[in-house]
């Protein structure tokens, strides 16, 4: 069953907060709609679960417009970013809690809270309350009890930005892996973009009200479609013309007018083509991050491997992994 967006269009007075925007999500897929804060996302996310209505277009599910059918009869789970869980209830209450509204039998609420909280890796926490939870074990058992009622659609609303980095790192490939051992089709939106690449199957990048690139996940980081998506996605610098043609040649690739370049996409190299001199030099678990001006270039970002003894003023020769750019199509702003 799919899920379509067409010419969705959501106003307020006469600011368009969702602007246009056709999407669609596959069963079983994960959709992550990326963007920065005010960018209409979340009233894209409301208006799918319909708590915001439509000024114009349509939203169906599996080919049936759903205009006029109100929330709860929609089969979507919602999950926000605060969990949002019942502090007085257990953990297997609130798994239990939309289920027990249904009237469904307590041996089938039983099995299946159980069921669940085996699947979110909390087996053995039913008689705990939220308040004795770290952050990740509370949105573990807020998922949990979104999918208790085996929702059509399950939708998420940043559900790891209140999270430190570390567990959200981990917590996000956990989520991933239990959304799809579950089979669920999942709409995410969220501004962060390591958390949509590692949660999601499918990316859509949205500013202000329009979507303006969508595909798969490595389609849209090989080749963003402008030099504001490039640098949304985590790419660190644009560089045009004459010094985008430096690295290009320099990675065996033909020139263009822009490239994109990662932090790490020059990597200090003694056989590297191209020669800079260190501007800044600052230690990382990881590796050296460098601050260089490059010949032909100008100033850049560049990396060494760890142990590298790097100062202001050193000469170094940097290689071009092709892996960590992507080359920009000239657009109206170029």
């Not at 208006?47 to 000024?55: I, K, Y």
């Amino acid at each position: 069953m799919t899920l379509a967006l067409t010419d969705v269009t959501v106003r307020y007075g006469d600011t368009a907060a969702v602007d246009d925007v056709s999407l669609e999500l596959e069963p079983g897929q994960v959709l992550a709609v990326l963007g920065p804060s005010g960018c209409g996302k979340s009233t894209l996310l409301r208006a799918v679960a319909g708590l915001e209505p439509l000024s114009a277009g349509a939203i169906a599910w599996d080919g049936a417009d759903l205009a006029g059918v109100p929330t709860h009869k929609r089969g979507f789970a919602l999950m926000f970013q605060d969990g949002q869980l019942f502090g007085h209830l257990s953990v297997a209450r609130n798994v239990a809690y939309a289920l027990r509204i249904r009237r469904t039998p307590s041996a089938r609420v039983a099995a299946r809270v159980r069921e669940l909280l085996a699947l979110v890796g909390l087996r053995g926490y039913g008689d705990r309350l939220p308040g004795t939870l770290s952050g990740g074990e509370r949105q573990r058992v807020a998922l949990a009890r979104a999918l208790a009622v085996e929702p059509r659609l399950i939708l998420l609303d940043e559900p790891l930005s209140a999270l430190d980095a570390t567990l959200r790192e981990r917590l996000a490939g956990d989520l991933r892996s239990i959304l799809h051992d579950a089979g669920t089709t999942a709409l995410l939106v969220t501004h962060d973009h390591e958390e949509a690449f590692a949660l999601a199957d499918r990316l859509a990048v949205m500013r202000a009200g329009r979507v303006v690139q969508a595909g798969a996940i490595d389609e849209v980081w090989r080749e963003p479609v402008d030099e504001d998506t490039a640098l949304f996605l985590g790419y660190a610098r644009v560089l045009r013309e004459d010094a985008a043609a430096r690295v290009l040649s320099a990675a065996g690739l033909p020139p263009a007018y822009a490239v994109a370049l990662r932090r790490s996409a020059l990597v200090v190299d003694p056989a590297g083509a191209v020669r800079a001199t260190v501007e800044s030099a600052r230690v990382t678990p990881e590796q050296v991050r460098l601050v260089v001006v490059a010949d032909g270039i100008g100033e850049v970002d560049a990396v060494a491997p760890l142990g590298s003894r790097l100062s202001p003023g050193d000469a170094v020769a940097l290689h071009v992994d092709v892996t960590r750019l992507a080359v920009l199509p000239i657009t109206a702003e170029g």
